[in-house]
């Protein structure tokens, strides 16, 4: 049975017509989902191209499809493309808006990370974000209070830390480690109240073994003790 020379030129059109379609759709659905723009006419491409292949292949090799299947998916294409029109046309703002919900959560995301990382200017940055650009001050609230006790404890048990390895030079006579130390920590926690005073520990510390070393010496001296008075002189 021999067909009709202009009704498969007529499916011809319509399959190219489709492929052509299901191209620009396909790019819409990319640019629904998030996926960056200036890509978005890179895929086209590859549609495209998909759409001449499936327009000048063979008859014999495209699928047959009733007219009311094919005017169905027609329709379903054309408000696929008609959805592509409405995106490119939506400003940047309004883009956002659509993807605020992602949006939320890849910040939400980051900040737990910076959190985690200990980078609490990072994580500020990110919050203030969150509340201004987005307006979820609720949450950017949150996560600032999360922050700051986040930091205070972790500053906290740094400067007990520093402030411990700092004892043991004191308790080994070592002054000059000591007082460098001490400046450290100074500087690491400039507005911390605890190391404001670090360096005057360190040289009351000082006084008070000299204080006790003089003494001995006296007493070493007097009773005429003259091998530990020498050493407690060179102390």
Not at 189 to 196: C, D, N, V
Request: hydrophobic share 45%; proline share 2%.
């Amino acid at each position: 049975m021999t067909s009709d020379p202009s009704q498969a030129s007529g499916k011809a059109g319509v399959l190219s017509i489709a492929a052509v379609v299901i191209a620009s759709a396909g790019a819409a659905a990319l640019a629904t989902y998030g996926i960056v723009q200036e890509l978005v006419p890179c895929i086209a491409a590859g549609f495209g191209s998909l759409a001449v292949v499936i327009g000048t292949a063979p008859a014999a090799l495209r699928p047959r499809v009733s007219s009311g299947a094919t005017a169905d998916k027609m329709s379903e294409l054309a408000a696929a493309v008609r959805r592509l029109g409405e995106l490119q046309a939506l400003s940047d703002d309004a883009r956002r808006v659509l993807n605020r919900d992602r949006e939320r959560e890849l910040l939400r995301e980051a900040i737990e990370r910076d959190i985690a990382t200990r980078d609490w200017n990072a994580g500020l940055v990110l919050v203030k974000e969150l509340a201004d650009r987005f307006g979820y001050r609720e949450d950017a609230e949150q996560f600032r209070k999360r922050i700051e006790s986040a930091q205070a404890e972790t500053i906290e048990r740094d400067i007990a830390d520093a402030t411990t390895e700092l004892d043991k030079l004191i308790v080994n006579r070592r002054w000059d480690d000591a007082r460098a130390e001490a400046n450290r920590i100074r500087r690491l926690f400039p507005e911390r109240a605890r190391t404001k005073n670090l360096l005057d520990r360190v040289e009351h510390a000082r006084r008070r073994v000299r204080s006790d070393v003089e003494a001995r010496f006296l007493d070493a001296a007097q009773s005429e003790r003259t091998d530990e008075a020498m050493q407690l002189l060179k102390e």
